[in-house]
């Protein structure tokens, strides 16, 4: 297994393309669900947006774990050090399902009362809470499948991504057909059979993963087994890496769950609407969040080989290919918008006032191209508080136009969306100002 990770453009998207594919997993059923359930209705659309964005903020929570992991394995196999990486990774698995267990906790003692005070229609509330309390369940599963992701993206095995992926991927659309509808001898759950349907789905895609890496023997090549003990001095360097950027990814999600809040008080209508841009926002941000968490691993793993000369030539090739596939995108909206929002069998109304939002979106996509890889080269520098200030700066900038905006002014949501703009610009200001600085040069982890 090399270890050791070459620069080129060749290299680079042979660890992207794999990535995006997995990315594209929960974005996947996140569509599928929400495709299925606007058959239902609007207020079932409506409820998705809400119900989505609450259980993205967990998942973002284990992103944050799988970057910071990522960046402490892909370090060290710049070093050279496989057996290391075993390590990191069981005392992964142990934080991993330690915070699952304190989301599932939260959501049952504080998601009720929270959403029916801040939500203003009763059905969409109830809605969106006995899906929360089933759908949470699924939260070790996801955090397990992250975990996986940090170590096959650390020791450049991206390609066996795509099993699982496959797996969950073709699993999650069988399932919410059958059980949102009652087809194929499933029972008729509704709203609900989406929730379960993804908890299922994740379980597959989790079996077959590790079932490769099994197969292929990378446990043994990283001595999995060898060490298999609770190791606090791991557990306590995986924290210390690890939770500023839980804690960014924390605080971005809750901004925008905030922001899905404000739009709901403006009616059903615009939330079913925001919902189905971030669908689009979610499926065509894949290749950006991809080449991001290449220029984590990538930069994280020529410094742990000495190569820090090279750090700023690589950041400026991830961002042509990132900015290059995100251009092409923004093409295809800006040509074809209609034929996307047709899928959710909202009529042309629902089309026409969603028009405007979407060019919004396809502008914000080429700005987040580059702004995401130079806030994850931050990441992969190891300075993780410097992540956590970044975002902490640009959520208060954001959170406060997006008030002022929507509840003070009462604008249209096509401003209210403009808050995407602001948001990567200041992202982006501030990360290239830090790299440009030098000062994570003599950062150690």
Known sequence: MELKLQTGYRQ?????????????????????????LGGLGEIELASAGITGVYYLIFAVIGNGLNNGVQALISRRAGQNLPKEIGRLFLNGIWVALG???????TT???????????????????????????????????YLYVMRNALLVGTNQTQLLVWGTLAEALSNIFLDYSMIYGHFGFPSLGFNGAAY?????????????????????????????????????????????????????????????YFYILIEHHGARALAISNTMRNLFGLFG???????????????????????????????????????????IFILLTIWPEWFLSFYGQ??????????????????LLMMSFSTVWLNAVTGSGNTVIN???????????SVYVYVVLEVLNLPITWGWGSEWVYWISMFTMAYFYMKSGKWKNKVI
């Open 12 to 36: 680079i998207l042979g660890m992207a393309l794999p990535i995006s594919l997995a990315m594209l997993v929960p974005q996947i059923n996140f569509i599928t669900n929400n495709i299925f």
């Open 99 to 105: 915070i699952a267990g304190i989301g599932i906790a």
């Open 108 to 142: 049952y003692l504080f998601a009720p009362t929270v959403l029916r005070f801040a939500i203003h229609d009763d059905k969409i509330a109830t809605q969106c809470i006995d899906f929360l309390l089933i759908r949470i369940w699924g939260l070790p599963l996801l």
């Open 197 to 257: 349907a993804s908890i299922c789905a994740e379980g597959i895609g989790l079996f077959v993963i590790y079932a490769v890496i099994r197969i292929k023997g990378i446990h043994k090549s990283l001595g999995f087994f060898e060490e298999s003990s609770f190791d606090r001095s791991i557990i306590r360097l995986i924290v210390i890496q690890s939770s500023p950027l839980i804690l960014q990814y924390c605080i971005s999600i809750v901004s925008w769950e």
């Open 286 to 328: 894949i290749f950006s969040w991809a080449f991001a968490s290449t220029t984590n691993s990538m930069i994280s793993n020529i410094i742990g080989q000495g190569r820090q000369d090279e750090v700023m030539p690589l950041i400026r090739r991830i961002i042509i290919l990132s900015f290059s596939l995100s251009l092409l």
């Open 347 to 364: 009529g042309q109304d629902f089309i026409n006032e969603a028009l405007p939002v979407v060019r919004i979106v396809s502008v914000a």
């Open 388 to 398: 956590l200030a970044i975002e902490f700066i640009t959520i208060v900038v954001y």
